[in-house]
């Protein structure tokens, strides 16, 4: 066996801008994306989500030296899109993470079907309506659920509790909307779509939120329960043809997050938050000890905690300096001829 995927990538579409993004405009209160059916002629595409973070992870485990790129891999973008402008790059480079309306189109050129490697193939289009709030939305819940791996990553010693409740109930509140966008989306498509939403899974996260600690069970439990109920909402599937893995993604990349999310807590890698008070990003560490995401960011903090701690004693010191030249002015001119 070649050890060969049944097929190449996972991107939403096909491109249309030169650069390898997609089309995206804003309209109202939401996002219009447009791109073509993805043709998955190529694995080594700058919008498969899953393949940058792949490549992301391995530029990251081959290098020797600190790179500075623990922010690169597409899930740690998406959990860092705290501003619309973030968050807009990202569908902008990735696709929709949730379509509020789906339409098919032809292009405005025909196509043949393709029956030679140098034919163009047949284009059709896709115009995604991605509401901008529901986009919002979806990244508070995932930036939670990332610092709910951050702290299970943790010796159990090191692990915040206050911090995972609060993470905790952040989803709890937000995931509320789930069952309505599942529902949208089967009138959409006309069937059921392959992710599955259980109002028990939701009503369990939200008792967890409130939930007093149990002193008998571990203090992690809660975070675990918490992270098996999200990931198994968007199932792993196996599909035989690219057409119908596409279907399960054509409504937006999200199961492609929570995929990434899956892996992320069943073979741990060590994630953290950059110690910079005023920076506070999710990073992939890449040395023991690392506190900071960037070299920027380490030389900001240390630059500020050095005036915060000796900022008095230095400040303290040059107004004494300038005191004593004062003075010395003064007898100079009261006492002209002296010394």
Known sequence: MSGQPP???????????????????????????????????????????????????KNLSASKQRTGK????????????????????????????????????????????????????????MVARQDLLELRTEQRIYSAALGLLMELAKKPGHFDRDSAKERIA?????????????????????????????????RRIAALAKAV?????????DARIVLCELVNVFPSLAFPNPLEMHSYIRFGIRPLLYSILRREFLNPRDVGVCANTQCRAFFEVERAGQRFCDEVCSRCQRQREY?????????????????????????????????
């Open 170 to 202: 952040r989803i709890a509140d937000d995931i509320q909307d789930w069952p309505r966008q599942w529902n949208r989306e089967k009138n959409e498509r006309g069937e059921n779509p392959l992710w599955r939403v259980r109002g028990d899974s939701i």
């Open 70 to 125: 623990g922010k690169d891999s597409p899930h740690i973008r998406f959990a860092n899109a705290n501003s619309d402008e973030e968050l807009i790059d990202f569908v902008r480079n990735f696709g929709p993470v949730v379509c509020r309306s789906l339409k098919l189109l032809r292009s405005a050129t025909p196509f043949g079907t393709r029956r030679s490697a140098g034919e163009v193939p047949e284009q059709r289009l």
């Open 7 to 57: 097929y190449v990538g996972y991107q939403w579409g096909e491109p249309l801008n030169n650069d390898g993004s997609f089309l995206v405009k804003r309209v109202g209160n939401g996002l219009e994306i447009t791109a073509g059916l993805p043709h998955y002629l190529s694995g080594d595409r700058a919008c498969d989500l899953v393949r940058q973070y792949e490549t992301a992870h």
């Open 307 to 339: 005036w915060q701690n000796q900022g008095k004693t230095v400040r303290k010191k040059r107004l004494a300096g300038r005191n004593k030249g004062r003075n010395l002015k003064s007898r100079e001119a009261e006492f002209p001829g002296a010394g």
């Open 213 to 221: 600690r149990d002193p008998i069970l571990p203090r992690q439990f």
